[in-house]
Nanobody
């Protein structure tokens, strides 16, 4: 089971900040890479960021580099996505998902992820 949530309902102004959290249970969290995927209206789902299990290496799509920071707290089985200076084009439904060990390539759909959360809407107003 994975559940994603954004503070203050996921509504933020461009240039502000927002933190998403993803709480997981029911699988060995430490053994899984956790990714944040997003789907904007009318567009395909894409992997925005991901963090490996083990080495904790983080990956980002190019548009998120320098603005998003992913982190994980294995003791709380939770992954966070800190979104700084969000842009209107970051608007979409954000999902967290888990795949054993290693992250998928950033920007891909994540079709091979093993577990998915239900998603949380992030709206960035201009």
């Amino acid at each position: 089971l994975m559940s994603a949530a954004g503070v203050w309902g996921g509504l933020v102004q461009a240039g502000g900040s927002l933190r998403l959290s993803c709480a997981a249970s029911g699988f060995p969290f430490d053994d899984y890479a956790i990714g944040w995927f997003r789907q904007a209206p009318g567009k395909e789902r894409e992997g925005a960021s991901c963090i490996n299990s083990g080495d904790g290496k983080a990956y980002y799509i190019d548009s998120a580099k320098g603005r998003f920071t992913i982190s994980r707290d294995n003791s709380k089985t939770t992954v966070y996505l800190q979104m700084s200076s969000p842009k209107p084009e970051d608007t979409g439904v954000y999902y967290c998902a888990a795949e054993r060990w290693i992250c998928p390539t950033p920007g891909t759909r994540g079709d091979k992820m093993d577990f998915w959360g239900k998603g949380t809407l992030v709206t960035v107003s201009s």
